[in-house]
């Protein structure tokens, strides 16, 4: 199933028979990928008049209750209202879901005790490229990162001043397979998500950031149609669903 889309100047092509679905399912499982300090989410039957719901225990449907967090427990889209006084609903802000994307590969930097992604590597992957978006994959990039518990981990996070380049490269939209893109404490700095927001001048209020995405190794860097889908929360982040499709032509 191929589709033409005229983007610009251009025209490309892409094959919507072969979707590439690059988040992280939400399980509900003591094993579900976590950060935050946050218990496991939960998927559960939910009890009426001393009855469980469920077509396993006699019941005509199935009726679970989700609870979880949304930045703490899955692949998630979230808008500046992540971080300013007014909430500015993802549901509200983000109001196109089809963007041209390049992938990359990055190997974190070793800075001090931590690790970080720096401009001078974001500035050599997408070199004169033009992008709505950027999908960050990192290394080591393995299947752990479906489970991996991140709370007290310190992961791997964006400088600054790497945030800042791409707010300036014209990039709308940032994909990253970390559970954050700033450092895990800071002391509530939060350089990175400032520096994309634009939070000292004119806010990027159709700008998001996603987090807690997987970046299969059978996907090549380079271009690719990326479409955002999110769930319809009126809230600062919403569970998302981001699916790439290759650039054929």
């Known amino acids: 199933m191929l589709a033409t889309i005229q983007f610009k100047s251009k025209k490309r092509t892409i094959d919507l028979s072969q979707p590439l679905d690059i988040s992280i399912p939400l399980t509900g499982k003591p094993n579900n990928v976590n950060a935050w300090y946050l218990d496991p989410p939960k998927i559960e039957p939910e009890i009426i008049d001393g009855e469980i719901v469920s077509v396993a225990n006699g019941a005509v449907v199935n009726f679970n209750t989700i609870t979880f967090n949304p930045h703490s427990h899955g692949t998630h889209t979230e808008t500046v209202g992540h971080i300013t006084e007014?909430?500015?609903?993802?549901?509200?802000?983000?109001?196109?879901?089809?963007?041209?994307?390049?992938?990359?590969?990055?190997?974190?930097?070793?800075?001090?005790?931590?690790?970080?992604?720096?401009?001078?590597?974001?500035?050599?992957?997408?070199?004169?490229?033009?992008?709505?978006?950027?999908?960050?994959?990192?290394?080591?990039n393995t299947r752990d990162k479906f489970t991996k518990q991140y709370s007290n981990?310190?992961?791997?996070?964006?400088?600054?001043?790497?945030?800042?380049?791409?707010?300036?490269?014209?990039?709308?939209?940032?994909?990253?397979?970390?559970?954050?893109?700033?450092?895990?404490?800071?002391?509530?700095?939060?350089?990175?998500?400032?520096?994309?927001?634009?939070?000292?001048?004119?806010?990027?209020?159709?700008?998001?950031?996603?987090?807690?995405?997987?970046?299969?190794?059978?996907i090549s860097d380079g271009c690719y149609m990326l479409n955002?889908?999110?769930?319809?929360?009126?809230?600062?982040?919403?569970?998302s669903k981001p699916i790439l499709y290759k650039v054929i032509v």
Do not use: C
């Open 86 to 140: 007014k909430v500015y609903s993802i549901n509200q802000h983000l109001k196109q879901f089809f963007f041209l994307a390049e992938v990359v590969t990055v190997a974190p930097e070793k800075q001090g005790d931590d690790y970080v992604i720096s401009r001078k590597q974001l500035q050599f992957a997408l070199g004169n490229k033009k992008r709505e978006a950027i999908v960050i994959r990192t290394m080591p």
């Open 228 to 239: 955002l889908q999110i769930a319809p929360f009126e809230n600062d982040a919403s569970p």
């Open 153 to 218: 981990t310190n992961p791997t996070y964006l400088l600054e001043d790497a945030a800042e380049y791409l707010k300036n490269k014209g990039v709308k939209h940032l994909l990253i397979d970390l559970p954050s893109v700033d450092k895990e404490q800071d002391g509530g700095e939060l350089l990175a998500h400032n520096a994309f927001w634009n939070t000292k001048g004119k806010l990027r209020l159709d700008a998001t950031i996603t987090e807690f995405i997987y970046v299969s190794n059978k």
